[in-house]
């Protein structure tokens, strides 16, 4: 099997569309992923796979915190800016309202869900490193409309109404 095949097989799953942020305070730093998901509920954790040769594994493995916020429509640009679409290098936390302190990673104020976590364990496979994530908090705000990422790019889900 080509990678080439594979790649174009999975940019044909849609996906829910994730800022995973780590860190704390000002040694913070985020991305954007799809390659999310629940695990366990009791106890509750959570699953990242995420690149191990970006800044923001190395600042996950140094604080062992992170959140994954799930990003609703209304933030696509702060999607955008943590998937380096069309920004300029910086604070990619200049887009969007983030909640910072000091002893947990940022989260997006206005996001659908946000899981603030305790990194359980990593397992190294490959390129990435399968975080498990032990959830500490959930917050949940009142938007409902999820962005998804599938064939390149993002889009919106279209609920259509049902009698």
């Known amino acids: 099997m080509q990678t080439d ?6 940019r044909r799953l849609a996906g829910a569309v994730t800022i995973v942020t780590a860190g704390k305070g000002e040694d913070a ?9 629940s695990l366990t509920a009791e106890p509750p954790r959570l699953l990242a796979c995420l690149n191990s040769g970006g800044a923001t594994f190395d600042i996950l493995r140094r604080h062992g ?11 696509r640009a702060a999607a955008e800016v943590f998937a380096g679409i069309g920004a300029a290098p910086g ?43 032990d959830v500490d908090a959930v917050h949940i705000t009142g938007a409902d409309d ?10 919106r889900l279209a609920v259509p109404d049902i009698a």
Not at 146 to 155: D, I, K, T, V
């Open 5 to 10: 095949d594979f790649r174009r097989g999975m």
């Open 29 to 37: 730093g985020g991305l954007t992923a799809t390659a999310v998901c």
């Open 65 to 75: 915190r992170f959140c994954v916020n799930l990003v609703g429509s209304g933030d």
């Open 91 to 133: 604070d990619r936390f200049a887009a969007g309202a983030w909640v910072r302190t000091t002893d947990r990673a940022p989260r997006l104020a206005s996001a659908l869900a946000a899981f603030e976590c305790s990194v359980h364990s990593i397992t190294m496979l490959a390129t990435h490193g399968l975080v498990i994530g």
């Open 146 to 155: 999820p962005l998804l990422y599938h064939e390149g790019r993002f889009a």
